[in-house]
C-alpha cells in the first residue's frame, strides 16, 4: 500500500549480511511485521515486533525499529540461497495490516 | 490443523461464473482475514471478522463480493459474476484474538483465475 513504502530489488552474495528497509506513515501503528513470500505460496510470518521496542533479534533475523523516522529494517544475517524470495513490511492499524509492494531479494553464488 | 488451510489452491472459472473459496483457520483462533493480492503488489484487505461476525468488510470491492463465517471457525469468500479484474491470489490469515494483540497467520493463498 501506499503508505509503506519499500525498495523493490535487491541482490546479495550468499554469506553475506542483507539489509531490506521500509518506511511507514502511521505513527499510531501497534505492531510492524515481516513476511516471506516464495514464488507461488502464501505468506509466512517471519517476525514482527511491537512499536515501543527498538530492536528484536531472533536467530539470523535482526528487525530495527526506529520510531522516530518510522523506518524499519530486516537484517538477514548469513544469507542463504534458501532466503531468496520477496519480503514484505506491514504495519497494522488496529486490525488491518498496511503492507508495502515487496522487495524482492536474489541470492547469487 | 498446525496452519491456515485454503481450498482450492488454484482456481480458474469463466468470466460471470460464481466462485468459493474457503478458508480453515488455525484452531482456536476467533479473528480471520481476507486480503487479495495482485501481481507485483502487497496484499490489500478485503475483511475482518471477530467470531461469526464481519467486524469490517470495508475492503469489500463491491456487492459481488460477499464473505461469511457462520460458525466461527471456517470461512467462506463468495464472487458472484466473475470479472477477468477479479484474477488475484486470494489470502486468508487468522489471529488468536486481534490483530492488536496477537500477529496474522497466512495461508497459502488460493490463485484465481478468470478467463
Known amino acids: 500500500g501506499e503508505d509503506v513504502e519499500q525498495s523493490l530489488f535487491l541482490s546479495v552474495r550468499e554469506g553475506d549480511s542483507s539489509v531490506i528497509n521500509c518506511t511507514y506513515t502511521?505513527?499510531?501503528?501497534?505492531?510492524l511485521y515481516w513476511y516471506k513470500q516464495e514464488p507461488g505460496a502464501g505468506l509466512q510470518l517471519l517476525t514482527y515486533?511491537?512499536?515501543?521496542?527498538d530492536m528484536k533479534q531472533d536467530q539470523r533475523l535482526t528487525v530495527l525499529l526506529n520510531k522516530k523516522d518510522k523506518h524499519l529494517s530486516l537484517r538477514i544475517a548469513d544469507t542463504q540461497t534458501g532466503d531468496s524470495a520477496i519480503y514484505f513490511c506491514a504495519e497494522s492499524n488496529d486490525y488491518k495490516l498496511s503492507f508495502g509492494a515487496g522487495t524482492t531479494v536474489t541470492v547469487r553464488a | 490443523g498446525a496452519g491456515v488451510s485454503q481450498t482450492p489452491s488454484n482456481k480458474v472459472t469463466e468470466k460471470g461464473k460464481y466462485v468459493e473459496l474457503r478458508c480453515d483457520p488455525i484452531s482456536g483462533h476467533t479473528a480471520l482475514y481476507w486480503y487479495r493480492q495482485s501481481l507485483g503488489q502487497g496484499p490489500e484487505f478485503l475483511i475482518y471478522f471477530q467470531g461469526t461476525g464481519a467486524a469490517d468488510d470495508s475492503g469489500l470491492p463491491n456487492d459481488r463480493f460477499f464473505a461469511v463465517r457462520p460458525e466461527g471457525s471456517v470461512s467462506t469468500l463468495k464472487i458472484q459474476r466473475t470479472e477477468r479484474g477479479d484474477s488475484a491470489m486470494y489470502l486468508c490469515?487468522?489471529?488468536?484474538?486481534?490483530?492488536?494483540?496477537?500477529?496474522?497467520?497466512f495461508g497459502n493463498g488460493t490463485r484465481l483465475t478468470v478467463t
Open positions: 515486533i511491537f512499536s515501543n521496542m
Open positions: 490469515a487468522s489471529s488468536l484474538t486481534g490483530p492488536g494483540d496477537s500477529p496474522l497467520h
Open positions: 502511521d505513527s499510531s501503528s501497534t505492531y
